[in-house]
């Protein structure tokens, strides 16, 4: 069975800072990786996602960044807002629709 | 468009009763997905359906799970009988094709088995 790594469990950024969170994968069905935001309450939504033909998808002050070879990818969030205070989840495709998702990354940015 | 539409939206049962949820899926939309969240297991796929056939049910855990898509606008995910394990939040997504960049996810179903 995949599993999804992700790291780390919690974050907590002061507004305007970076924050950053890793996952790693072990096998893919084939190469696109999701990040996913959720919010409380909500259902998760697509943020952003990657097809690893580039190491590096920027959209706005979200940014991917995949490292095939260390079968690893990250999400970096530029200038963090209060608003970006949510949980985030990345995945990885296992095969048809199926994906398995990493356990999720609380972040809180702070005032 | 409404978004899909998850109800109901709380469900406290006491453990060996049956519970349904019920998921209308955007208009439309030929993919629906029914998911698990859970604190221990995240966000596990359980079934997908498309253009109502069922294609994938690997996720579902055990027999005691069931999900129908009778038409295009409306499915169920039944738990029978229910346990307090089940407790999670369920979540409906549909999407207009294979792409993730097409899927949408319900508010969820969060179901407290007593």
């Known amino acids: 069975q995949q599993q999804v790594k992700q790291s780390p469990q919690s974050l907590i950024v002061q507004k305007g800072g970076i924050s950053i969170i890793n996952c790693a994968y072990e096998?893919?069905?084939?190469?696109?990786f999701p990040w996913y935001q959720q919010f409380p309450g909500k259902g998760p939504a697509l943020l952003i996602a990657?097809?690893?033909?580039?190491s590096e998808k920027k959209e706005g002050r979200f940014t991917i960044s995949f490292n095939k070879s260390a079968k690893q990818f990250s999400l970096h969030i530029m200038d963090s807002q209060p608003g970006d205070s949510a949980t985030y989840f990345c995945?990885?495709?296992?095969?048809?629709?199926?994906?398995?998702f990493g356990p999720g990354t609380r972040l809180s940015v702070l005032p | 468009d409404a978004g899909v539409i998850q109800s109901p939206r709380h469900e406290v049962t006491e453990m060996g009763q049956e519970v349904t949820l019920r998921c209308k899926p955007i208009?439309?939309?030929?993919?629906l997905f029914w998911y698990r969240q859970t604190m221990m297991r995240g966000l596990e796929l359980l079934i997908y359906?498309?253009?109502?056939?069922?294609?994938?049910d690997s996720g579902m855990p055990e027999d005691r799970f069931s999900a129908k898509m009778p038409n295009a606008s409306f499915s169920t995910l039944k738990i029978q009988p229910s346990e307090p394990r089940d407790s999670a939040v369920y979540f409906c997504?549909?999407?207009?094709?294979?792409?993730?960049?097409?899927?949408?996810f319900g508010p969820g179903t969060r179901l407290l088995v007593l």
């Open positions: 990657i097809r690893p033909d580039v």
């Open positions: 997504a549909s999407s207009r094709d294979r792409s993730p960049e097409t899927q949408y």
């Open positions: 995945a990885a495709p296992m095969g048809g629709q199926n994906f398995v």
């Open positions: 359906f498309n253009n109502n056939v069922p294609i994938d």
């Open positions: 096998n893919t069905a084939f190469d696109y």
């Open positions: 208009s439309g939309h030929d993919y």
